[in-house]
């Protein structure tokens, strides 16, 4: 039975596809993975929710001697703005402005009662600035009263241009503990669909070389028919299940205000996310499929993988480990252009708000000038391969033409 009779080219890919997606999703294995995943993304956000939830919620405000006569005015205007405030008699400014830097507090009013300064370590909190922008606002009115001839329009404006003075005494941090949670949990999600899709990729390859089932299969379609629709059908089921996970994290996110919209956009993040897994699993799922044809044991599959993994593992590492702490570090920058890299560091840095649009497009194109050659290369590998049974094929022979 000729293939070119029976079935086109797209009619063998689709039907493979098919078979593979229909014994996925009857896989009690499978589902249960997806179970788990998307259980565990809802149970983070909960435990993250009541993490960030709990503790003390009264800000601490230090004054010393000299400006004791405001911790009444501060609390009792913290109490009337919704923000509750405690305030802690210090020595002096220097046991206040140690207290800020370790964070004992979250401001230091020095100065006089007449003209304070609010020292701070990094910036201040909103509830503290609306509370001192309040007070301030309220001593330019007293003293705009007191001089004589006072004008009503000119007390208007020192009220509305009157704010708090500001010294800080820290480096400013760039460092958003979302942004961090964002970019690991993107990177930790994409290294494990691909990788997991890779590797039932390779076994289902072997599996069928040790039952003898792919000679049956070759009767009817081409190697490479076979090996794209494998590809195409775990790749299919492998998205939804990524979708799937990505959705609940999103939703569980944006339910329990996990994070500042107006900072980190979670919907761009997410498609991000589904477009580079796409990619990589192409990319790894085709070296996987034509190294699995190498061997005839599942046993020795990790062997024959193991190159493929290394290079997941390495940007995968740099994306989880250097990524969300620095995301512009050249290491990080240069990889995330680098094809089979970019799937695992560019999704990190777009979550992580460090990477341009532009960037993420060169990457992607870059990564997918580079999938042709990975299909002519996985094809010839499988072609020669997949029908080859007993000891280990060896890569240069797999390259050469049948």
């Known amino acids: 039975m000729s293939t070119g009779t029976t079935l086109t080219s797209w009619g063998a890919i689709r039907l493979v596809a098919g078979r593979e997606i229909m014994t996925r999703l009857h896989s009690r294995s499978f589902v249960w993975l997806t179970v788990i995943l998307v259980a565990a993304v809802v149970l983070g956000g909960v435990v993250l929710n009541a993490a960030s939830s709990s503790g003390p919620t009264a800000e601490r405000v230090g004054v ?189 996110a944006l339910g329990l205000g996990l994070v500042d919209t107006s900072t980190i956009d979670l919907g761009t993040a997410a498609v991000w996310a589904l477009v580079w897994f796409v990619v990589g699993f192409v990319s790894y799922a085709l070296l996987m499929a034509g190294l699995g044809a190498l061997v005839s044991r599942q046993e020795d599959v990790g062997a024959v993988t193991t190159p493929v993994t290394f290079l997941m593992v390495v940007p995968y590492i740099v994306g989880v480990s250097v990524a969300p702490w620095a995301p512009d570090n050249p290491l990080v920058v240069w990889l995330s252009y680098v094809p089979l890299c970019s799937p695992l560091l560019m999704p990190v840095r777009i979550a992580l708000g460090s990477a341009e649009t532009w960037e993420a497009l060169l990457a992607l194109g870059l990564s997918v000038a580079v999938v042709p050659v990975l299909v002519w290369l996985a094809a010839k590998i499988y072609s020669n391969a997949v029908l080859r049974t007993g000891a280990r094929v060896r890569l240069k022979d797999a390259l050469r033409a049948a």
Do not use: C, H, N
């Open 64 to 252: 010393t001697p000299q400006t004791a006569a405001l911790a009444e005015p501060i609390t009792a205007t913290g109490s009337t703005l919704g923000t509750e405030v405690e305030t802690v008699d210090v020595a002096d400014d220097a046991a206040g402005e140690a207290q800020v830097r370790d964070g004992d507090l979250a401001a230091l009013v020095t100065g006089t009662a007449d003209d304070p300064t609010v020292v701070v370590d990094t910036e201040l909190s909103p509830g503290l600035t609306a509370v001192f922008t309040t007070l301030a606002q309220q001593t330019a009115l007293s003293d705009a009263v007191a001089d004589l001839g006072g004008d009503p329009a000119q007390v208007a404006g020192d009220i509305a241009t009157a704010e708090p003075t500001v010294r800080t005494i820290g480096e400013p941090s760039e460092f958003d503990p979302a942004r961090y949670i964002t970019g690991l949990v993107t990177g930790i999600l994409l290294f494990m669909a691909i990788m997991i899709s890779g590797q039932l990729i390779a076994q289902g390859v072997v599996e069928e070389k040790t039952s003898r089932v792919v000679e049956l299969l070759l009767s009817t379609v081409r190697p490479w028919q076979l090996m794209a629709g494998k590809v195409l059908g775990i790749g299919l089921v492998g998205l939804g299940q990524v979708a799937l996970v990505v959705v609940a994290g999103v939703g569980t």
